[in-house]
């Protein structure tokens, strides 16, 4: 499985910016997809995460109510829809895939990673 992820950028604080998320290599409604986030001199964080058919979703504390995960499985799509950023959600944003049935939160729980798209959040 190859993942891409892009869309991070620069924006101001209390702004939107949505990633998304190319896969390839497999059959995509056969993975559960996810976003994690590493600051530097931090551990990647879980972020969100959605199931195989898009129906079911989880997102971490953090960011509840500011960022919804979404996937497109006809265009082997996954979105991360971020609004009202803070300066703590600057981070390399990583998507991420496995090919089990259950939703995860942990990074060991994921095969596959993609190469990570950089959001910087200006104040």
């Known amino acids: 499985v190859q993942l891409q992820a892009f869309g991070g950028g620069l924006v101001q604080a209390e702004g939107s910016l949505r990633l998304s998320c190319a896969a390839s290599g497999r059959i995509f409604t056969h993975l559960v997809m996810g976003w994690f986030r590493q600051a530097p001199g931090k551990e990647r964080e879980f972020v969100a995460t959605?199931?195989?058919?898009?129906?079911?979703?989880d997102v971490a504390d953090s960011v509840k109510d500011r960022f919804t995960i979404s996937r497109d499985n006809a265009k082997s799509m996954m979105y991360l829809q971020m609004s009202s950023l803070k300066a703590e959600d600057a981070a390399v944003y990583y998507c991420?895939?496995?090919?089990?049935?259950?939703?995860?939160?942990?990074?060991?729980?994921?095969?596959?990673w993609g190469q990570g798209t950089q959001v910087t959040v200006s104040s």
């Open positions: 991420s895939a496995h090919g089990g049935t259950l939703l995860a939160n942990r990074v060991p729980h994921y095969n596959y």
């Open positions: 959605i199931n195989r058919g898009g129906d079911y979703t």
